[in-house]
């Protein structure tokens, strides 16, 4: 057998040494823990879900590229689920809170006033989702809506005072009216008289923002 050279040995043995030190320069150069980006979730019914537009233009979309042009590095997920009721919001509470989001925006409501639900039944059902959130710290901001005026005037009054009187008592961000910017603009109500188009959705997001904004911290 022929030895190897003692050159050759302490030649593999430099560059393993080399190798060594730089794999383990490349490793300090990456955090050991990287905070987990803060995450909004947009809790509600077809308005949030985007019944009827192309995916990628609900509403939680347009609030989401409205956030990263403004610098806040949140991740905005989209919870919503088309005919859902405030006691289907309820029974949803469990899959929000394992997220554990940073911000929820709650929107239910409407499918309780289009089905003419108890007023009560509807307030206590947005109260259960708005403490749970509160109690695990989460901040909230209530969305509203309100009804085709074929409902009755006391029916209507009294649904739109739900938002409102709950914000109100939980000391929460609140939009009383998710339509109150788009219901004078063409083009941006579905034929079926309910659900934002994708140039409606944008106008919500538009309108969120303002509340929204104070609940987030722009350093995160």
Known sequence: ????????????????????VSLLLSFAAIPLWAAPQPLLVCFGDSITAGYGVQYGKAYPDFLQQKLD??????????????????KDAVAGLPSILALHPEVVIVEFGGNDGLRGLPIEQTRHNLDTVITALQNVH????????????????????SFDAVFSDL????????VPMLYKDLIRVP????????????????????????????LLNKSK
């Open 1 to 20: 057998m022929v030895p190897r050279s003692r050159h050759c040995y302490t030649f593999h043995v430099d560059v393993r040494r080399r190798l060594l």
């Open 69 to 86: 042009e403004h610098g806040y590095h949140y991740k905005v997920l989209n919870r919503g689920t088309s005919g859902a009721t405030t």
């Open 138 to 157: 989460i901040k909230v901001l209530v969305a509203g809506i309100t009804l085709p005026p074929n409902y009755g005037s006391d029916y209507i009054r």
């Open 187 to 214: 083009g941006t109500i579905q034929d079926d008289g309910i659900h934002p188009t994708a140039k409606g959705a944008e106008i919500i997001a538009d309108t969120l923002y303002p509340a929204l904004r104070p």
């Open 167 to 174: 914000a109100a008592e939980h000391k929460t961000a609140v």
